[in-house]
Structure formats: structure tokens, C-alpha cells
């Protein structure tokens, strides 16, 4: 087997006392979607914060492409082909779209940048229409695009996505689906965390399902679709559409 994009054996993050990923091991093969989905406080954001480096580990460790992750600096794992999209988004709301995308390319060639930007306006049609607009006066959906194309400015390897799905209109949640296929089509790597369920499990290749910092279940996204305790837990029973979220108890969305 090749070596995976990314593995991270037995990681642990800790705010303190309170333990917030316990011994979570996962693979990430190249080309693939895989998604960790589970409620509120699973401790997902927080995998995904020491996976770039934001938050130490307080136990495991990590590899990207066969070399260790330990003690690598942010900036070190960009360049390498790690990048994220947190919850928040995080733009720059007084900046224009394509200087937050021009952002996102700012430790590569400009020749490289410039072919990056046509790549993001090619996938992202409603950024080039709206490029001179001020990032904050976005819709919620063009935000989320906004921030995805700004860290495939950076040419990641593996794109980390936390919730890309969280507060959006159904409508726009299946165009960002759509476009997260497209992204590992093109041959980016992705892990993609949502509570979501039924819409990172149609999307992912492979899933992982976390409860209280654990990994409880694992395996093919379609099979787990299939799964008994997924489907009680959290795809409830309709049918419905890509829209539904856990039924857990929701601290809610915290923005657009
Ligand atoms: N900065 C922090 N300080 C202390 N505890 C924190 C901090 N950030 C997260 N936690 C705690 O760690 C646990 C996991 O939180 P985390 O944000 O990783 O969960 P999550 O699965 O991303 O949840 P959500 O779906 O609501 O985003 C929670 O119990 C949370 O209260
Ligand atoms: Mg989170």
C-alpha cells in the first residue's frame, strides 16, 4: 500500500483538564474525501486544530506523507500542503474577494498565484463576478466559497474543512457538496468535518464517527450510511434532503 497523504496514531488534545480527543487514529489515503462527522462537542474542531498545529498534542503523533508533523509550526505545514478552513471562516471583511484570495498564495511565486486564481474563479464562477466586492458584505454561501478558494490559493495537499456546511440554505450546502467532489476530483486530498451527517456521508469516501473524543465507528461513507446505529444516531428516519443535521442538542450556528 502507498504511503497515506496523512496519519495521525493515538492523538490526544487537552484544553487543561478537559480532554478533548482521546486516541484518535486515521488515515488519510491520497485523492480521497474522508469525514469525521459527529454531535456537538465531539471533539472534531479540536482533531482538526492539531492536525494543523494550532493546538499541541497532548498525546499521539502525526505524519504527513511519511515525515513527522511533531513540533512543525503552522506555517511550515502550509507550505508543506496541510491547510484548513475553520468554522469561522476568518476573512478579511474589509478586503475585496480577490485580495482575500491573493491572501491566501502569499508565500508562493506570483506566476504560481496568478494560474491558482484562475484555477479558484474557474470553480467558483461567483467569485470572479464578485471579486471587488468587500469580503463581509458576502451571502453566507459565497463566504464559505470565499474561504475555500482563499486556502486552495495555498495549493494544499490535504484541505481540512470544519463544518463548510454550518449555517447555510439546502440549496447551497448541495453546491458546496458538489464542489468538495469536484476539489478531489482535481486531485486534492480532503478531511471533512461536519455534523452533517448525511451530507459528508454522500460526499466522503471513507468515514469515521466520533463521540466524546473517541472514534466509535468506522469505515466505507456508503456502508456507514447503511449502519443501524448511524442511521438511528444521526441521519434520523426520513429521507429528507442534504439539509439534515444531528439531532443532538445544538449550541447553534455561530455564523454565516
Ligand atoms: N478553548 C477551549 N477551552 C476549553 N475547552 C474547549 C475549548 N475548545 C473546545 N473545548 C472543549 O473541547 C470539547 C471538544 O470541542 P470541539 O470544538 O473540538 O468539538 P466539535 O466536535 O468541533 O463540536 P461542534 O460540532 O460543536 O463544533 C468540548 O467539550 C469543548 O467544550
Ligand atoms: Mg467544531
Given at each position: 500500500?502507498?504511503?497515506p497523504l496523512l496519519s495521525a496514531q493515538t492523538v490526544a488534545?487537552?484544553?487543561?483538564?478537559?480532554e478533548a480527543v482521546l486516541d484518535v487514529s486515521l488515515v488519510i489515503p491520497k485523492g480521497r474525501i474522508i469525514t469525521?462527522?459527529?454531535?456537538?462537542?465531539?471533539g472534531k474542531s479540536s482533531l482538526l486544530g492539531s492536525l494543523m498545529g494550532i493546538l499541541p498534542l497532548a498525546g499521539g503523533s502525526a505524519t504527513f506523507e511519511g515525515e513527522p508533523l511533531d513540533r512543525v509550526p503552522v506555517e511550515q505545514r502550509?507550505?508543506?500542503?496541510?491547510?484548513?478552513?475553520p468554522e469561522k471562516r476568518e476573512l478579511f471583511v474589509t478586503m475585496s474577494v480577490a485580495e482575500n484570495l491573493e491572501l491566501g498564495a502569499y508565500h508562493r511565486p506570483r506566476s504560481?498565484?496568478?494560474?491558482?486564481?484562475e484555477m479558484v474563479y474557474d470553480l467558483f464562477p461567483r467569485l470572479l463576478e464578485r471579486r471587488k466586492q468587500a469580503a463581509g458584505t458576502l451571502s453566507g454561501g459565497e463566504r464559505q466559497m470565499l474561504a475555500m478558494g482563499r486556502a486552495?490559493?495555498?495549493?494544499?495537499?490535504l484541505l481540512m474543512l470544519d463544518e463548510p456546511s454550518l449555517g447555510l440554505a439546502p440549496r447551497i450546502v448541495k453546491e458546496i457538496f458538489g464542489l468538495i467532489g469536484r476539489l478531489r476530483d482535481?486531485?486534492?486530498?480532503?478531511?471533512l468535518v461536519e455534523q452533517n451527517a448525511r451530507g459528508a456521508l454522500r460526499t466522503a469516501d471513507y468515514a469515521y464517527v466520533m463521540e466524546t473524543g473517541q472514534v466509535t465507528l468506522q469505515g466505507p461513507a456508503a456502508d456507514l450510511a447503511q449502519d443501524p446505529r448511524v442511521i438511528e444516531s444521526y441521519l434520523g428516519i426520513s429521507g429528507g434532503d442534504s439539509s439534515c443535521s444531528l439531532p443532538s442538542s445544538s449550541v447553534g450556528a455561530t455564523n454565516p
Open positions: 500500500m502507498s504511503t488534545v487537552s484544553y487543561g483538564k478537559i469525521v462527522i459527529g454531535a456537538n462537542g465531539a502550509v507550505a508543506r500542503g496541510l491547510c484548513l478552513v504560481e498565484a496568478k494560474s491558482s486564481l486552495l490559493m495555498a495549493k494544499p495537499k482535481s486531485g486534492v486530498s480532503i478531511l
